[in-house]
T-cell receptor
């Protein structure tokens, strides 16, 4: 099992550009989510999905879109990049959306917006 | 709203000394509690979790944590620090009532001195 795979590992964008961060898991997990990590602020939830075809907003959804057409994939789209979106992005999945199911994380995408 | 507070953004201990990382949560419903560890340039990994049952939970790498409902705390301890324990540690809380969304503390960076 590869677990949770994120691509790319690093990305530099100019303000206003768009891009998609890829996330795939091979564990048949029901629940997938995107977090951003900023120094001193822990992890903040951007969007999440409790199953294919179902997505919802987290704490900081503005400027991001998601879709979940398959169980395995959960891409995160930046519509028009802004310097405030410079961050490390983590995709995480868990077996179910039930609260006692721990998260499995990818290794992150480090995004810089200039 | 649920929240998690980790006291001390940086903790430094000597090798062989006790490690104590503090976590308090705010909640009006029973929580599920997790500790994750993050090594440099990696995603988070589960250390241990409390769901139900025994309040003293043992995890990987010799860490344990005790759920104290009366104090709304879930502090992480290890009797004897090792150099390899140097990392960032995150406390997280979820509930069955919020579709499994995890709320993370701001993290505590543990430094281990030789």
């Amino acid at each position: 099992n590869a677990g949770v795979t994120q691509t790319p590992k690093f990305q530099v964008l100019k303000t206003g550009q768009s891009m998609t961060l890829q996330c795939a898991q091979d564990m048949n997990h029901e629940y997938m989510s995107w977090y951003r990590q900023d120094p001193g602020m822990g992890l903040r939830l951007i969007h999440y999905s409790v199953g294919a075809g179902i997505t919802d907003q987290g704490e900081v959804p503005n400027g991001y879109n998601v879709s979940r057409s398959t169980t395995e994939d959960f891409p995160l789209r930046l519509l028009s990049a802004a310097p405030s979106q410079t961050s490390v992005y983590f995709c995480a999945s868990s077996l179910t959306w039930v609260g006692n199911s721990p998260l499995h994380f990818g290794n992150g995408t480090r995004l810089t917006v200039t | 709203a649920q929240s998690v507070t980790q006291l001390g953004s940086h903790v430094s201990v000597s090798e062989g000394a006790l490690v104590l990382l503090r976590c308090n949560y705010s909640s009006s419903v029973p929580p599920y509690l997790f500790w994750y560890v993050q090594y440099p340039n990696q995603g988070l990994q589960l250390l241990l979790k409390y769901t139900t049952g025994a309040t003293l939970v043992k995890g990987i790498n010799g860490f344990e944590a005790e759920f104290k409902k009366s104090e709304t705390s879930f502090h992480l301890t290890k009797p004897s620090a090792h150099m390899s324990d140097a990392a960032e540690y995150f406390c997280a809380v979820t509930y069955n009532t919020n579709a499994g969304k995890s709320t993370f503390g701001d993290g505590t960076t543990l430094t281990v001195k030789p």
